[in-house]
T-cell receptor, first 116, second 114 residues
Framework: KAGVTQTPRYLIKTRGQQVTLSCSPI?????VSWYQQTPGQGLQFLFE???????NKGNFPGRFSGRQFSNSRSEMNVSTLELGDSALYLC???????????????FGNGTRLTVT | AQSVTQLDSQVPVFEEAPVELRCNYS??????LFWYVQYPNQGLQLLLK??????LVKGINGFEAEFNKSQTSFHLRKPSVHISDTAEYFC????????????FGRGTSLIVHP
């Protein structure tokens, strides 16, 4: 069974641009959650999508948005990029919604975004 | 609100020695507890989890952790480490029941020397 796939692996953008990251979950998984990992702030929850609906949202500005398609694939968009958005962005999929204790998170290898 | 403190940012140890990675949490409600491992240039992989029941939890790769409610701790242990255990380890906590948004610790870098 294929794991969680994130594309692209690396991205370099300049301030003010926007970026779209993609996440393909494990087949059959309906929940996709996104995380930002930085040396300064550690690993922080961005949002979760389940059955094409945003179910939970972390404490990030509205520049960070996402969506989920009917095949459970998810995209995350960041508009008006800032230098501080440079990070490793991880997505994780699970069979059930976050909170279901029989649904462990399976992480992708991440997209490393560098904003110059 | 909940929080997680990993007391050591870096733990150096020699191969075949025992290791303990410390994790303390704060929460006003019952919690689920997790340890994840992250190898270089990879995502996180679940090592073990505590949901309920026995306070000693065994995970993959020979790791185990003990939930101590009175001390609000969930320390990770391995009796004998290998070079391949060199990685970043994250403790995470979430509210039990209902919607769970995990809160992660800052991570502990385990460095195993030959």
């Amino acid at each position: 069974k294929a794991g969680v796939t994130q594309t692209p692996r690396y991205l370099i953008k300049t301030r003010g641009q926007q970026v779209t990251l993609s996440c393909s979950p494990i087949s059959g998984h309906r929940s996709v959650s996104w995380y930002q990992q930085t040396p300064g702030q550690g690993l922080q929850f961005l949002f979760e999508y389940f059955s094409e609906t945003q179910r939970n949202k972390g404490n990030f500005p509205g520049r960070f948005s996402g969506r989920q398609f009917s095949n459970s694939r998810s995209e995350m968009n960041v508009s008006t990029l800032e230098l501080g958005d440079s990070a490793l962005y991880l997505c994780a999929s699970s069979l059930g919604q976050l909170g279901a204790n029989n649904s462990p998170l399976h992480f992708g290898n991440g997209t490393r975004l560098t904003v110059t | 609100a909940q929080s997680v403190t990993q007391l050591d940012s870096q733990v150096p140890v020699f191969e075949e020695a025992p290791v303990e990675l410390r994790c303390n949490y704060s929460s006003s409600v019952s919690v689920y507890l997790f340890w994840y491992v992250q190898y270089p240039n990879q995502g996180l992989q679940l090592l073990l989890k505590y949901l309920s029941g026995s306070t000693l939890v065994k995970g993959i790769n020979g790791f185990e952790a003990e939930f101590n409610k009175s001390q609000t701790s969930f320390h990770l242990r391995k009796p004998s480490v290998h070079i391949s255990d060199t990685a970043e380890y994250f403790c995470a906590v979430s509210r039990s029941g209902g919607s769970y948004i995990p809160t992660f610790g800052r991570g502990t870098s385990l460095i195993v020397h030959p």
